[in-house]
Structures are given as C-alpha cells and as structure tokens.
C-alpha cells in the first residue's frame, strides 16, 4: 500500500487535533495517529455487495438511475453497511435497484480493485418469482439471455469480468468461485 491509495485526513474524528502520518509501534504501514489521544485511523477497502440473479436462463441487470456511468447497465450491487453481513448486503442492493426477492445460491466472484480500494463479492442468486421493477437507483430493469446482454453499455469493468466468466461457465455447467484483480483501468490518449 502507498500513501497516495490513503485519503488525506488533518483532524482526528475522536479529539479534533491534528493527525500525521507515520508508522504506528508494531505496525508496518504509514497511518494518520493522533499525537493528542493516540487514536490509530485507520483507512480500509470498502466492500461492494450484490447478486447476479438468475430466472430461466437469463440474467437480471439495471440500467443506472445515477452517477457514475448513469443509464448504463449493472448487477444490482452497492456498498455493504455496517451491521450487515455480505449476503445481506447482497439482498438489500438487490431489492433497492429491482425490486425483486432472491435466494442466494453461492459465492460466485470475489474482485479486487486496489486502485479504488473496493473489493466486489457478487453472489448467484435465483430470483424467487420473475417480479421486479426499477427501483430509486434504476431506470429499468431486465432480463436477459446470454446473446442479448448490452456488453457495450456495461457500467463498470468489473462487472463485464463477471459476466464474461459466468457466460464461460454456462458452457460447462459449473459455477466455481472467480478469485481475480482488475488494475487501474489505462485510459486512450487524448
């Protein structure tokens, strides 16, 4: 980890003095501590939670009702809470972007995005009933068949590596767990 991946912090949130950065006693990476109260801030990635969900052969997405990458197309999935558990977590992106009960079938990827500090857990997960319908984050929501999956408005790239490998697995039937990174997306020169 560098200290360019930290988000800049001046004030303790504990006591209100300042912070500065340096490595704590039995530590080995640059934190912000408080020279005041001693607290240790410590800055972790956030976790993205959300479901792939299944019906007939087809795949549940939402097109994006805000930034980033509005009217885009996504799997419902957003930042877990604190309290929640990860399947939790799933559940409820789920029901706030479609509006649609599922059941959880397995842990299906697990991406890394250290240039972000995200990690996504995506679940499979079965829709209980072919009901749903764009909640306040969407514009739509659809089903679609592996051939009709908009590949060129998808939203996020983690997303399309999901997708990509859950089409190779159709092929096969099987389902294992996709351990992967995504590096920093390099962008065209303009």
Not at 34 to 59: F, M, S
Request: aromatic share 10%; charged share 20%.
């Amino acid at each position: 980890m560098s200290t360019a991946s930290l988000i800049a912090m001046n004030y303790c949130s504990e006591c209100g003095n300042t912070v500065h950065l340096r490595i704590p006693k039995g530590d080995s990476l640059p934190r912000y501590i408080c020279d005041h109260c001693h607290t240790v801030h410590y800055q972790n990635p956030k976790i993205v939670a959300g479901c792939l969900p299944e019906w007939d052969n087809r795949i549940l997405l939402c097109r994006r009702a805000i930034e980033p990458r509005y009217g885009l197309w996504t799997l419902p999935a957003g930042f877990m809470e604190n309290g929640e558990t990860t399947e939790q977590a799933a559940l409820r992106e789920t029901w706030e972007e479609a509006e649609t009960r599922v059941d959880i079938t397995s842990l299906y990827s697990v991406i890394s995005l250290p240039h972000i500090s995200q990690v996504y857990l995506i679940f499979r997960a079965s829709l209980q009933q072919p009901v749903f319908s764009a909640g306040s984050e969407s514009l739509d929501v659809q089903l679609f068949r592996e051939n009709e999956i908009p590949w060129d408005e998808l939203a996020f790239p983690v997303m399309k590596m999901t997708l990509e490998r859950y089409c190779q697995d159709l092929v096969t039937g099987e389902f294992p767990l996709y351990v992967d990174h995504l590096s920093r997306p390099i962008r065209p020169k303009t």
